[in-house]
């Protein structure tokens, strides 16, 4: 069992493609917990989108012994957490079970949003900080100036701050040699009954659920029957082990380390992210706090594009919500694509994740329809309701008035993109509440309500920026807001799949655009096809696909003109029976392509 005074738990924390995940591998590296010929580039990254895309989604444990320069050797508990806004609850996590934390911030970008949503949480933690200068390498990196940023943004002492590059691994055994120094070992009584929090579950086809353990007091041994305190559930723990970062097993996970065990527990509803594990029959007097129950932001529907594959995709939902505790779904209908799913996501890049997952690791065909965010109806008679789907929107009579999320947005954004950024936010109902200067470099702070941010808010801001600028926001308030459903008719049927909620004062707007790109994609039929965007009973845009027409004159070679009129005639009324009785079927891909569309494309 491992001296606690030798023990150092901490995670990495910085902003997106700041390098954390190849820190990490210079540190697997050094410390030997692989060898060369296993050493992959991003090894806690294993997902194959991960990889792809660079970016981290699940947050990682490994466990490194490094023998420091005083002589010692220290066991560290190292935790890759995700950069991006999405996920920044499995962030909370590996901080609540860490006592200090590497801040990496790359040298030739200095501090991003990101950077400083992740600090104050660190700091909210009562971490220790160890800031690390990253990517000294590249020839535009400017160390002090990042150094004296780092003082004057975040306000943290940055004089220590070590210089290195992870991908060419200098400074490495300085900084865990820093680390070791500055990072407190954790505290804890280890005769006290076993109290340990549960980071993390996920699902293993052979061994059934594995579970993420922090040890605050005692010690979990293999064969020991425990008892999950939220979920009120016992187990027998069958294994105990360590990630170094391969599996290995161990006799024993003692105080103040970071390890997993798996139970035969068969259900990962069984293990609550936060949950309190103590020894049955030797419990401990109280539970840990846990975490705030995470709370979802976007919501969407997701439909099988073939109805035969409805139960296909509810069970591969519930497989990938064993390693997502943030996803969250359940069943609905709708005319236009019949039985499906509304689910809950984080933000906008969760959803394209879980979409994506779905698709490759489960061979699925889905539709996504247009996302939406949670809106409070205050009724008539005093009652308040929530709207997760514009299609489900009671008479607007019975309806006061409707309130939508807002939220407030850090933006830094180089000095010369500060215009375009400040008339973006503008656009969006934006309400501004600060901008400073941090060096070249402008600080925007936004209100803005989310649904305008929903949309492309993202796209468009890295786009007027040339990827320049950082994004992150906080959940504000809600507010009264004056908001109208926009539906969609398509031969004068509703198409539920394609109603949106929108600002009265945009929602003309939206509709023309829907309605044109509507008229690109729907296939012409022998009949016209009117395409209407309406406000309740009040049409405010509409577009006609032309029919499709049979030359029914070509046989009439010269003669009189009464005989063409009667056939055009003959022929007119057909279409107009046609029309009363004819359906026009949406394909999928024409929903797909509808929904992608932004506000402004």
């Not at 190292?78 to 590497?102: I, K, N, Q, W």
């Not at 980071?199 to 979990?220: H, K, N, P, Q």
């Not at 029919?547 to 009189?560: E, I, S």
Request: with cysteine.
């Amino acid at each position: 069992m491992t001296d606690i005074n030798l023990i150092r738990n901490f995670s990495i924390i910085a902003h997106i493609d700041h390098g954390k995940s190849t820190l990490a591998d210079r540190m697997i590296q050094f410390c030997g917990g692989l060898s060369d010929r296993d050493m992959t580039q991003q090894v806690l990254d294993n997902m194959d989108i991960e990889k792809e895309r660079g970016i981290t989604i699940k947050a990682q444990t490994v466990r490194l012994n490094f023998k420091a320069s005083d002589g010692l050797t220290y066991v560290l508990n190292l935790m890759d957490t995700p950069g991006h806004v999405d996920f920044a609850y499995e962030v909370s996590r590996c901080l609540y079970a860490c006592e200090g934390s590497l801040l990496v911030v790359d040298s030739s970008q200095g501090v991003e949003a990101q950077t400083l949503a992740n600090v104050y949480q660190a700091i909210d933690n009562n971490h220790e900080i160890v800031p690390v200068l990253n990517k000294i390498d590249l020839p535009a990196a400017e160390p002090e100036q990042v150094r004296q940023q780092i003082e004057d943004v975040i306000g943290i002492d940055a004089s220590g701050a070590i210089k290195a590059s992870a991908k060419t691994g200098e400074g490495i055994e300085e900084l865990l040699n820093s680390l070791v120094a500055n990072l407190p070992a954790p505290k804890g009584d280890p005769n006290a009954p076993l109290k340990a929090l549960l980071v993390d579950s996920w699902y293993d086809t052979y061994l059934g659920v594995m579970v993420l353990v922090r040890i605050i007091d005692g010690t979990l041994k293999k064969g020991m029957k425990v008892r999950m305190m939220a979920a009120d559930t016992e187990h027998t723990v069958d294994r105990t082990g360590v990630f170094t970062p391969k599996e290995e097993l161990v006799d024993e996970i003692g105080l103040g380390e970071v390890g997993f065990f798996t139970a035969s527990i068969k259900e990962v509803s069984h293990t609550h992210v936060g949950d309190t594990i103590t020894e049955f029959k030797n419990e401990t007097s109280e539970a840990l706090p846990g975490f705030k129950p995470v709370q979802p932001v976007v919501f969407c529907g997701l439909f099988p594009a073939d109805a035969a594959d409805f139960e296909m995709l509810r069970e591969s939902m519930n497989k990938l919500r064993l390693n997502d505790a943030s996803f969250q779904f359940e069943t609905e209908t709708s005319t236009a694509l019949g039985y499906g799913f509304r689910c809950g996501f984080l933000g906008m890049l969760h959803l394209e994740i879980i979409q994506e997952r779905l698709i490759r690791e489960f061979d699925l065909d889905i539709i996504t329809t247009s996302p939406s965010v949670i809106y409070k109806l205050q009724m008539n008679d005093g009652s308040q309701i929530e709207l997760h789907n514009p299609a489900d929107m009671p008479e607007v009579t019975r309806i006061e008035y409707i309130e939508e999320p807002w939220i407030t947005a850090t933006i830094l954004v180089p000095d010369e993109y500060l215009g375009n950024v400040l008339t973006l936010c503008q656009e969006k109902r934006g309400e501004q509440v600060e901008l400073t200067y941090a060096g070249t470099r402008a600080m925007v702070i936004y209100k803005l309500p989310l649904n305008e941010v929903v949309y492309d808010f993202y796209d468009r801001l890295k786009s007027i920026t040339r990827g320049y600028a950082s994004f992150d926001y906080q959940f504000d308030e809600y507010r009264e807001g004056n908001l109208v459903k926009l539906s969609i008719l398509v031969n004068s049927e509703p198409v539920d799949a394609l109603s949106i909620m929108v600002h009265r004062n945009q929602a003309e707007h939206r509709g023309r655009a829907l309605c044109e790109r509507l008229k690109d994609l729907i296939p012409r039929q022998l009949f016209k096809i009117p395409i209407q965007a309406a406000i309740g009973g009040k049409v405010i845009a509409r577009e006609t696909i032309s029919a499709m027409r049979k030359d029914v004159t070509a046989k009439c070679y010269g003669g009189d003109i009464s005989r063409k009129r009667k056939l055009l005639e003959k022929q007119k009324k057909g279409k107009k029976k046609m029309r009363m009785y004819g359906k026009v079927e949406i394909p999928h891909e024409c929903f797909i392509a509808a929904l992608k569309m932004g506000s402004d494309k």
